[in-house]
């Protein structure tokens, strides 16, 4: 079973600076990693599929990088509604379960 | 546009059973694969079930296998998960989701649209 390690689990930041998320996995996943927007009281919302496709509706200043074991979520002018919860979301063909990430808080001061 | 309305949760007692149900609306129901995705109390994502899009290849997380069941209606696109022997452990927020792509096309590991999801809180 696939386990994914996300870090750190609470980044705080000051509008604009630069927030850097990271996703590790226990073994070699491909690119089949995705990331996921999540704010208090909401639904998740994809953000990046594939590990580096912007999903439709995510701002360019969101990206993702990264294959393999390690994969990067950047955030690269924080706003203030970026503060959320971020996920990292790992699927493969067989068998078809799905893994999550334990979460990243992006508190913005 | 493409929509996923959860509907079934409530509170019940350990020990007993719900059946949670998902309309779908806005695209073709029988070409996508559908999942469905927990959220307890001030916790993250957990993946709970899968059932692909003919209804035939089922699989589930360690966590409900034997308790749970999976299943989809593609005449009135709609998704199921019958709950059996519930515990406290089981309460949470429930998602039921679709597979980024359909059937027959490339791979997708994503998950897009996402429904609004039902509680389920198990308490005696």
């Known amino acids: 079973e696939i386990v994914l390690t996300q870090s750190p689990a609470t980044l705080s930041l000051s509008p604009g600076e630069r927030a850097t998320l990271s996703c590790r996995a226990s073994q070699s996943v491909s690119s089949y990693l995705a990331w996921y927007q999540q704010k208090p009281g909401q639904v998740p919302r994809l953000l990046i599929y594939d590990a580096s496709n912007r999903a439709t509706g995510t701002p360019a200043r969101f990206s993702g990088s990264g294959s393999g074991t390690d994969f990067t979520l950047t955030i690269s002018s924080l706003e203030s509604e970026d503060s959320a919860v971020y996920y990292c979301?790992?699927?493969?063909?067989?068998?078809?379960?799905?893994?999550f990430g334990g979460g990243t808080k992006v508190e913005i001061k | 546009q493409v929509q996923l309305e959860e509907s079934g949760g409530g509170v019940v007692q350990p020990g007993r059973s719900l059946t949670l149900s998902c309309a779908a609306s806005?695209?073709?129901?029988?070409?996508?694969?559908m999942h469905w995705v927990r959220q307890a109390p001030g916790k993250g994502l957990e993946w709970v079930a899968v059932?692909?899009?003919?209804?035939?290849?089922?699989y589930y997380a360690d966590s409900v296998k034997g308790r749970f069941t999976i299943s989809r209606d593609n005449s009135w696109n709609t998704l199921h998960l019958q709950m059996n022997g519930l515990r406290a452990a089981d309460t949470a927020v429930y998602y039921c989701?679709?597979?980024?792509?359909?059937?027959?096309?490339?791979?997708?590991?994503?998950?897009?649209?996402w429904g609004q999801g039902t509680r389920v809180t198990v308490s005696s």
């Open positions: 979301q790992h699927r493969d063909k067989w068998p078809p379960g799905a893994t």
């Open positions: 059932v692909s899009n003919d209804g035939n290849t089922k």
């Open positions: 989701t679709r597979e980024g792509r359909a059937f027959g096309e490339l791979f997708s590991a994503w998950f897009d649209p």
């Open positions: 806005g695209f073709t129901f029988s070409n996508f694969g």
